[in-house]
């Protein structure tokens, strides 16, 4: 018996099964509609699949009826106008004005020229009693605000916009001094005067200006976030920055739509967009790569995964979404942000402010006690088993030179060789993007602070730091301080190494901590306060943003030399942790 189309055989089972049409997969959300016969009888089984493509046959052209319906009323409904930016305004506005001077410029050519006599002096003193109406400046008339020209504009254009609503308010005193500015005109061509531009608004439209389009009228989603994305490049954000608005700019084409207008969107939107943030599960684009977020959503829902993002995942999440919209704002492609809402702020605050995790002198005191400083089997695989060996590589050095330094993970992990430097009887730390000769390489650092010098602590000296430095000197291949230490995916030395260290710590403690490697920053900021040094020092030190810009100027842009190393040199050796004996680790 032949098979049909539609039957499909999967094991001693049939099915009906049909590509979904190309023009009904965005609406269905699906390609392929597959259900089971309930038969292993191939005869019955072509005798249901009949019935089953006629039915969804029907169904597919019922749902393009619908569709069509529903497109032709949206195209025949009114533009709504809630919001407007004052860009999007003048340029509305500009465009009427240049019809104004348009039929204002064929009246003249046509009548205009011709008039005389009684009829020239009634034309003007018909005009001049608009001019005071318009200005407001007689009290025998009331005052015209452009309520009537914006009615009949808007009308025309058939648009939907509320008196009560911020666009109209903005809009009826531009309308008002358009009106008045082409009565000036057409009262100076009958007068015989030079035609001046009164409304510094207007001074660059006459009737043969070019029409231009408001800056935000045909701008979508899809396009924002592509100029968004740029700006980001072209402002060379580090990969790691960029990466963290993948997921909200995806959100955002999947939720909003990349056709959608910018002027369409609106606070409603934004709050649909954040409920399905709540509900996006953990690790996603790992767990469901090939999945929307809707599919991601239901996939961990049917597979009990009930891992959801963090509070503050959320939070950063929310503002990157309010980022990208105020990069709207700020290219006057919308005239409001419609993620600036004080709920969903508040809805997205994250966890309030606590002290952040440290390790304890009990913890440090184990975390240097542990197989990986006192003997282990190996640096890598075997970090927590004992052993006679004690490897001094970057699992070693970087959790010291943070502690001691209060170096971010990946700026002490993506050292060179050649960053160590001695000056003036000082050995330092060059934190820096850039080679010795002054060539860009694949360091990165966080802010325009970060770059500093940093003299390296006497405890690091004693440990015998500087004997592995020299070492290392010798190494013809890599000139990587670290070199076994590798990259992630973004770039960052720091990816990798913060989620060894976590299992490091946790193996070292024998129980889970909310320390984490930046812990040792902090603890840094607060060894530095117990030894009582100046903020500019710490902010020296440490590479912190201090005050104003004027303030960061001073601090980070005057003074400079041997002196200010050796002021650093004195500072960085009052830090310390009382309690912390590392003597264990001092070469024998």
Not at 58 to 63: A, G
Not at 113 to 122: D, N, P, Y
Not at 545 to 573: C, K, N, P, S, T
């Amino acid at each position: 018996m032949p098979r049909h189309t539609h039957l499909l055989r999967r094991g001693s089972r049939y099915y009906f099964n049909v590509k979904v049409p190309l023009d009904l997969r965005k609406h269905l959300r699906k390609t392929i509609i597959r259900k089971s016969l309930a038969t292993s009888d191939p005869r019955e089984a072509n005798r249901l699949v009949r019935f089953e493509s006629l039915k969804w046959q029907t169904y597919f052209d019922d749902t393009r009826r619908t569709l069509r319906k529903t497109n032709k009323a949206a195209d025949s409904s009114k533009r709504q106008l809630p919001l407007i930016s004052d860009n999007e305004a003048h340029a509305l506005v500009l465009r009427w004005f240049r019809e104004l001077e348009k039929i204002a410029d064929d009246w003249w050519n046509r009548e205009g020229l011709a008039l005389f006599g009684t009829q020239l002096v009634e034309t003007i003193d018909t005009l001049r009693i608009d001019e005071a109406v318009l200005s407001g400046g007689n009290d025998q008339f009331i005052p015209d605000d452009g309520t009537h020209d914006l009615d009949a504009f808007l009308a025309q254009h058939d648009i939907d916009c509320p008196k009560n609503s911020a666009a109209y308010q903005r809009l009826q005193p531009l309308f008002r001094r358009a009106r008045l500015e082409n009565t000036q005109r057409i009262l100076d061509r009958l007068t015989n005067q030079r035609v001046e531009t009164r409304d510094p608004l207007f001074r660059e439209t006459f009737a043969h200006t070019r029409a231009e389009s408001p800056p935000g009228s045909a701008v979508t989603v899809g396009e924002l976030l592509r100029r968004f994305a740029k700006q980001q490049k072209d402002a060379n954000r580090s990969a790691g920055t960029q990466t963290t608005y993948k997921i909200p700019a995806r959100i955002l084409r999947e939720v909003l739509g990349e056709e959608t207008l910018l002027s369409d969107i609106t606070p409603e939107d934004i709050e649909g967009v954040c409920d399905l943030l709540r509900q996006f599960p953990k690790n996603a684009a790992q767990r469901y790569p090939k999945l929307t977020l809707q599919q991601a959503i239901a996939e961990a829902a049917k597979r009990g995964n009930s891992e959801k993002l963090g509070e503050k995942t959320l939070a950063n999440y929310f503002n990157n979404i309010v980022s990208v919209f105020n990069f709207a704002v700020g290219k006057h492609l919308i005239a409001q942000n419609p993620a600036n809402d004080r709920w969903l702020r508040e809805r997205f605050s994250g966890q309030p402010d606590k002290p952040k995790a440290q390790f304890t002198i009990g913890e440090l005191k184990q975390l240097f006690r542990a197989p990986l400083y006192a003997g282990c089997k190996n640096d890598e695989s075997g970090f927590a088993i004992p052993g006679a060996n004690k490897p001094r590589r970057g699992r070693f050095w970087v959790p010291l030179l943070s502690l001691f330094h209060g170096l971010r993970c990946n700026e002490a992990a993506q050292l060179y060789t050649e960053d160590v430097k001695f000056t003036d009887g000082i050995h330092y730390l060059a934190i820096r993007e850039e080679r010795e000769d002054g060539s860009k390489c694949d360091k990165r650092l966080k802010t325009k602070q970060s770059k500093r010098d940093v003299p390296i602590h006497p405890e690091l000296v004693r440990i015998g730091f500087l004997d592995f430095v020299a070492t290392r000197r010798k190494d013809s291949i890599s000139f990587r301080l670290f070199p076994e230490l590798t990259a992630g995916s973004t770039g960052y030395f720091s990816n990798a190494f913060s989620k060894w260290f976590a299992r490091f710590a946790e193996t070292a403690l024998g129980h889970p901590t909310n320390a984490t490697f930046h812990s040792f920053r902090h603890q840094f900021r607060d060894a530095t306060r117990a030894a009582r040094l100046s903020v500019e020092s710490v902010a020296r030190l440490a590479g912190w943003e201090r005050g104003a810009a004027d303030q960061q100027r001073q601090v980070f842009e005057y003074g400079r030399g041997a002196e200010l190393l050796r002021m650093l040199a004195e500072d960085i050796a009052k830090v310390g942790y009382p309690g912390l004996d590392l003597s264990h680790l001092y070469p024998r």
